[in-house]
């Protein structure tokens, strides 16, 4: 493993994306979201009063509250408990597939692929299941891959402040495959490399080797 890299050199020309946190906006009632749901079905050109399409609306709203549960959750207070007794393991950690359902926030269309989490600790490391739950809280948001890329990254640094980060997502694009364009099969591929893993040449290849995604020598940095 080659550290002799500089991060902090590349730590001053990542520009930080987002905040954390989303812009607090005020919530509708539930009723205005059930009517909010009932118009968009009869904008599609069906009847909602009609016995199959009764209980939708509150389907519907209910999937909401499952599908965009991230905006109630801290990802930085997510990732506060770490340890610190590593006993000197100074070597890649890395979490491959984490699988993730998301909603491009351009369509509201599902985004389906999986997350590649590979960091070198510094001194701390976080449970691996915690970086689970990061991939979660920012994917049950409205998103664009290369934005949720970039926040995994980007939180991952400040909170462990590890030597380097990456951050790989493959996914496929509902918004794609079934409708617009209808190119199904195609999956986009995305990659936020921080620290040693931006500056030094070595210690990506030895990252990207270990996630092994295939589109990994053409993948798009954000
Ligand atoms: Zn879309």
């Known amino acids: 493993m ?3 890299a500089n991060p902090s050199l590349s730590k001053s020309n990542v520009q ?4 954390k946190q989303p812009v607090r906006v005020r919530r509708p009632s539930r009723e205005e979201a059930l009517e909010a749901v009932r118009t968009l079905i009869r904008w599609a050109g069906d009847d909602p009063d009609r016995e199959g399409l009764l209980g939708t609306p509150d389907r519907v709203v209910r999937s909401y509250q499952e599908f965009f549960s991230g905006y109630d959750d801290d990802p930085v207070a997510l990732l ?3 340890f610190e007794e590593t006993d000197g393991y100074d070597e890649i950690v890395l979490l491959k597939d984490i699988r993730f359902e998301s909603h491009c926030e351009h369509h509201i269309a599902p985004i ?3 997350v590649h989490i590979a960091y ?7 449970g691996i299941s915690k970086l689970a739950r990061l991939v979660e809280v920012y994917a049950k948001r ?4 290369e934005k949720m890329t970039a926040q995994i990254a980007n939180t991952l640094d400040e909170v462990l402040q590890p030597k380097g980060v990456a951050v790989v997502i493959e996914a496929a694009h509902q918004c794609m495959t079934t409708r617009g364009v209808h190119k199904p099969g195609v999956a986009m591929v995305t990659s936020r490399m921080l620290g040693v893993f931006r500056t030094d040449p070595l210690s990506r290849r030895e990252v ?3 996630i092994g995604t295939p589109a990994a020598g053409s993948t798009q940095n954000v």
């Open 112 to 114: 389906i692929g999986k």
């Open 16 to 19: 930080k994306i987002t905040p």
């Open 142 to 145: 409205l998103q664009i891959q």
């Open 120 to 126: 070198l600790p510094s001194n701390r490391v976080v």
């Open 2 to 4: 080659q550290t002799s």
């Open 80 to 82: 506060q408990r770490t």
């Open 208 to 210: 990207l080797s270990m």
